[in-house]
């Protein structure tokens, strides 16, 4: 059976940071590209950031561009997100999962706030 399994969420104030996980079993991580979506409240999904199988290749939405970071490490079956310089409009439910949505994890959420 897969499991996505997101952990790391969390309040934060703004201008703080936080390093999600995202622990994956079931499948063979390694060769999949890999992403993060979040969704806010009221809102629709948006995708965060995008990695490569290798962890060579990125991708980020302009909304975070310069504050988050996407990597992974396949002999871990672990894809990260850290997020830096956190703002209120970055509070979501976090959703890891595989490019092509085959499979998802069961979020985390983030909520900033002061």
């Known amino acids: 059976e897969v499991y996505l399994v997101e952990s790391g969420g969390g309040l934060v104030q703004p201008g703080g940071s936080l390093r999600l996980s995202c622990v994956a079993s079931?499948?063979?991580?390694?060769?999949?590209?890999m992403q993060w979506v979040r969704q806010a409240p009221g809102k629709g999904a948006e995708r965060v950031s995008t990695?490569?199988?290798?962890?060579?290749?990125?991708d980020y939405a302009d909304s975070v561009k310069g504050r988050f970071t996407i990597s992974r490490d396949n002999a871990k079956n672990t894809l990260y997100l850290q997020m830096n310089n956190l703002k209120h409009e970055d509070t979501a439910v976090y959703y890891c999962?595989?490019?092509?949505?085959?499979?998802w994890g069961q979020g985390t959420q983030v909520t900033v706030s002061s």
């Open positions: 999962a595989s490019v092509g949505s085959t499979y």
């Open positions: 079931g499948f063979n991580f390694r060769i999949y590209n």
């Open positions: 990695i490569d199988s290798d962890g060579i290749t990125t």
